[in-house]
Antibody
Framework: QVQLQQSGPGLVKPSQTLSLTCAIS??????????WTWIRQSPSRGLEWLGGTYYRSKWYNDYAVSVKSRITIRPDTSKNQFSLQLNSVTPEDTAIYYCAREIGGFDFWGQGALVTVSS | EIVLTQSPATLSLSPGERAALSCRAS??????LAWYQQKPGQAPRLLIYDASNRAIDIPARFRGSGFGTDFTLTISSLEPEDFAVYFCQQRSNWPRTFGQGTKVEIK
């Protein structure tokens, strides 16, 4: 059974960097069939796909246009996990952040983490 | 980006009744559409992928149909645990996008 365990701070100051990690068990971040993604949810924006990383003989990344200039998603093969960095955050980035595996649909999700951007 | 429009916003039904939820895409997504159920305080749960395939452990009362731009999630007979919010999502194009959700509430 695949499990995704998220970790990271729940409070980030405006203009700083939001950093979250998603540890994978039951699958590999280097899987040739999965994409490893970050999704957030807020009342104002609903469910918003932020981006993902995936391995198909080499590593690829795809990012949402809305955050493309501020986001980095990185795999860590040594720890079998992947991470999210979102720079220059504002209160509009306040949301519940989820990591998820994509095969067909988003079939396994992390537990979710409320990240609040506030001074 | 592909916009997904779900209707109705809220569906008020009684246990045992049939629910039909609609999702319309702004352009064709072929059969690359998924449905999710979300309960308060929980992550979304995958119900249907590729328009009509039930995910692992999803009961047969959940059925997905459609192709192109028009899709339907049907719950044949509502159980008490089915009252929740349902989202559709497309994976035909980047970026992946979600609908705004349909809340199925107890009448």
């Amino acid at each position: 059974q695949v499990q995704l365990q998220q970790s990271g701070p729940g409070l980030v100051k405006p203009s700083q960097t939001l950093s979250l990690t998603c540890a994978i068990s039951g699958d590999s971040v280097s899987s040739n069939s999965a994409a490893w993604t970050w999704i957030r949810q807020s009342p104002s924006r609903g469910l918003e796909w932020l981006g993902g990383t995936y391995y198909r003989s080499k590593w690829y990344n795809d990012y949402a246009v809305s955050v493309k200039s501020r986001i980095t998603i990185r795999p860590d093969t040594s720890k079998n996990q992947f991470s999210l960095q979102l720079n220059s955050v504002t209160p509009e980035d306040t949301a519940i952040y989820y990591c998820a595996r994509e095969i067909g649909g988003f079939d396994f999700w992390g537990q979710g983490a409320l990240v609040t951007v506030s001074s | 980006e592909i916009v997904l429009t779900q209707s109705p916003a809220t569906l008020s039904l009684s246990p045992g009744e049939r629910a039909a939820l609609s999702c319309r895409a702004s352009q064709s997504v072929s059969s690359s559409l998924a449905w999710y159920q979300q309960k308060p305080g929980q992550a979304p749960r995958l119900l249907i992928y590729d328009a009509s395939n039930r995910a692992i452990d999803i009961p047969a009362r959940f059925r997905g149909s459609g192709f192109g731009t028009d899709f339907t999630l049907t719950i044949s007979s509502l159980e008490p645990e089915d009252f929740a919010v349902y989202f559709c999502q497309q994976r035909s194009n980047w970026p992946r996008t979600f609908g705004q959700g349909t809340k199925v509430e107890i009448k």
